[in-house]
C-alpha cells in the first residue's frame, strides 16, 4: 500500500524532494482505514506536514479512498524524555480543498466542533497542538510575566485573580505557542476539565454559519460547556459588532461560572480599536501581559532548544552568528533554523558558519527584492507622522530631520541602493548627507535605548528586517 502511494507522489514532486523527504519513511502498519508511517524526527514531521501534505492526502485518497487518515510515528532519540510517539492524524480532504490551515503547521481539523457535539461517545476535540507546552517555551525577561502568570492559570484555571488573562504582543513572539501551553497544561492536570482553543477568526466564521443556519442558540450553548475557553487574536473581533455582542455574552457567563478564559492579541487592550468599550473593560478585569521581543541569550536559548529537538548540534559561534543577525521575533528565527536544516539535510553538509551565512543572504536578499523605496518611506512616514514631501524636503526642524535620517539609514540597511540613490530619494541630496545620516542615527540608537528600540520596532515591519547580513 504504501509503495503504492510513494508511485504516485513520486510523479507530483521532484525527484530530490523524493528521495530526500520520502525514501526514508518506514510504513508501519495499515489497520482501521489508518494508515501508520515512521519518520526520522520531529522537524522531518514537521516538514512533511508543511510541504507534502496535500502530496500525502492525495495518495491516501488514491489508495485508501476519502476516509482513509494517516498517522506518522516519529523516532525519539534514546534517552530524550517521556514524549510517546507522537502520532498525528491527517484529517478527510474536505470537498475541493486540501490545503491546510496557513501559518500553521498542522492540518486544520476538518471537523468542527459543532459536529462534536452530538457525538456524545466522541470526546470533545480541544483543538491544541501537542507540540506548544511550558517546556517547549524558553523563558526571558521578554515573556517572564506572560509565562508566570500562564503556569499560575494552568494550576489553578478559573481560581486565580488572572480571570480573563490576556495575553499580547507582535507577531511570532509566542501568543499562541503561549496560551496553547496554558490549555496543554490543564488538559493534563485537569482530564476532565474540557479546553477549547479558538482563533477568532473560527469563531466568526462560526458564528456566521449559525447566523445562516438559524442555530445561534446551539452556537451559544456550546460554547457555554466550555471549561477554559482560550480565544486567539481577539483583535479579529474589531468592528464586528454581531459576533463582539455574542462572544460578550458568552465571556460574562462562563467568567460568572468560574470558567477561565484566556485571550491573546497583537496590542494591548487599550490600543483595541473597533471594540465595544464593555468588552474592552472585561478584558482588562484580570491580568494583561505583553510579550517582548527575546533578547540576545534568550535568542541563543531559542536556537538551541530547537536544535536539540532534532538532535542537531552546531558549533557556538554559529548560534551566536544567528542569535545576532535575526532579531526580528521567534517564528523568523524558527524560519531560518529551518531552512538551515533543509539546505544542511539536502546538501548533506554540516550546519557551519559558512552555510549559515549563505541560508541567511538568501533568505534576506529574497526579502530585499520584495522591499521597495515606498514601503520603507510608508513605514517612517506613519510612525513619526510626517507627510511624504516633508520627509523628502528641506525643512530643518528637528522633528523633521531626524526621521529623515531614520528613513535614509532604513533605506541604507535594508536595500542595496547606492548612497547616492538614497540621497536622490530625497530632494538629491548627495551620498554624504546620507553617510552623516546613518552615522547620526548610529550613534543615536547606541547612547539612547529609546531610539534603539523605535528602530528596532520599524525594523520588524519588514519580516526579517532586523537581519544583518
Ligand atoms: P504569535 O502567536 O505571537 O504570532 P507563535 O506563538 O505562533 O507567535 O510563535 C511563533 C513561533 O515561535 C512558534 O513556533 C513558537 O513555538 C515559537 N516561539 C515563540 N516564543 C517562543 C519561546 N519563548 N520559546 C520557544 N519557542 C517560541
Ligand atoms: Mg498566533
Known amino acids: 500500500l504504501w509503495n503504492q502511494c510513494l508511485n504516485i ?22 489497520q ?9 524526527s520531529q522537524f522531518f514531521y514537521e516538514w512533511l506536514e508543511e510541504k507534502h501534505v496535500s502530496d500525502l492526502r492525495k495518495a491516501i485518497d488514491l489508495t485508501i479512498g476519502r476516509q482513509g487518515m494517516l498517522e506518522y510515528s516519529i523516532v525519539i532519540d ?22 491546510t490551515d496557513k501559518g500553521s503547521n498542522f492540518p486544520n481539523p476538518a471537523k468542527s466542533p ?57 507577531v511570532g ?51 457555554l460547556q ?79 532548544k530547537k536544535l536539540q529537538e532534532d538532535g542537531i548540534q552546531i558549533d557556538f559561534d554559529v548560534l551566536e552568528y544567528l542569535a545576532h543577525s535575526i532579531q526580528t521575533n521567534v517564528r523568523e528565527l524558527e524560519g531560518v533554523i529551518i531552512s538551515l536544516m533543509a539546505q544542511a539535510s539536502l546538501t548533506r553538509k554540516e550546519i557551519d558558519l559558512e552555510l549559515a551565512k549563505s541560508t541567511l543572504k538568501s ?19 506613519n510612525h513619526f507622522d510626517v507627510d511624504l514631501e516633508t520627509l523628502r524636503g528641506k525643512c530643518r526642524k528637528k522633528e523633521n530631520v531626524f526621521p529623515r535620517q531614520i528613513a535614509m539609514y532604513m533605506l541604507k540597511e535594508l536595500t542595496n541602493l547606492p548612497l547616492k540613490s538614497i540621497g536622490y530619494h530625497f530632494g538629491g541630496r548627495d551620498h554624504s548627507t546620507v553617510i552623516h545620516a546613518v552615522q547620526a542615527v548610529s550613534e543615536a540608537m547606541e547612547i539612547d535605548q529609546n531610539v534603539e528600540k523605535t528602530i528596532r520596532n520599524l525594523f520588524t515591519r519588514f519580516n526579517l528586517k532586523g537581519v544583518q547580513s
Open 363 to 381: 533568505i534576506v536578499n529574497e526579502q530585499e527584492k520584495e522591499l521597495s523605496v515606498e514601503s520603507i518611506l510608508d513605514v517612517v512616514t
Open 114 to 170: 459543532f459536529e462534536l457535539k452530538n457525538l456524545d461517545s466522541l470526546e470533545l476535540d480541544s483543538y491544541l497542538i501537542p507540540k506548544y507546552t511550558f517546556d517547549k517555551f524558553i523563558e526571558g525577561d521578554c515573556n517572564r510575566l506572560g509565562r508566570a502568570a500562564g503556569m499560575a492559570v494552568a494550576n489553578k484555571p478559573g481560581l486565580t485573580a488572572f480571570n480573563p488573562l490576556m495575553i499580547y504582543g507582535g
Open 32 to 40: 482501521n482505514n489508518t494508515l501508520t508511517i515512521q519518520v526520522p
Open 9 to 30: 507522489i513520486k510523479n507530483d514532486i521532484t525527484e530530490q524532494s523524493f528521495a530526500t523527504w520520502f525514501a526514508p519513511i518506514v510504513p508501519l502498519k495499515f
Open 173 to 223: 513572539l509566542g501568543k499562541t505557542h503561549l496560551i496553547q501551553a496554558i490549555g496543554n497544561q490543564i488538559k493534563d492536570s485537569f482530564p476532565d476539565k474540557f479546553v477549547l482553543y479558538v482563533s477568532t477568526e473560527k469563531f466568526t466564521n462560526q458564528f456566521v454559519n449559525a447566523i445562516r443556519n438559524n442555530s445561534i442558540e446551539a452556537f451559544t450553548n456550546f460554547y
Open 226 to 304: 466550555v471549561d477554559v475557553l482560550i480565544i486567539d487574536d481577539v483583535q479579529f473581533l474589531s468592528g464586528k459588532e454581531k459576533t463582539q455582542e455574542t462572544f460578550f455574552n458568552i465571556f460574562n457567563h462562563l467568567h460568572q461560572s468560574g470558567k477561565q478564559i484566556i485571550l491573546s492579541s497583537d496590542r494591548a487592550p487599550r490600543d483595541l480599536a473597533g471594540m465595544e468599550d464593555r468588552l474592552l473593560s472585561r478584558f482588562k478585569w484580570g491580568l494583561t501581559a505583553d510579550l517582548q521581543q527575546p533578547d540576545f541569550e534568550t535568542r541563543i536559548a531559542i536556537i538551541q
Open 78 to 99: 534514546k534517552g530524550d524524555r517521556k514524549n510517546p510517539p507522537i502520532t498525528f492524524n491527517l484529517p478527510p480532504t474536505k470537498q475541493g480543498q486540501n490545503s
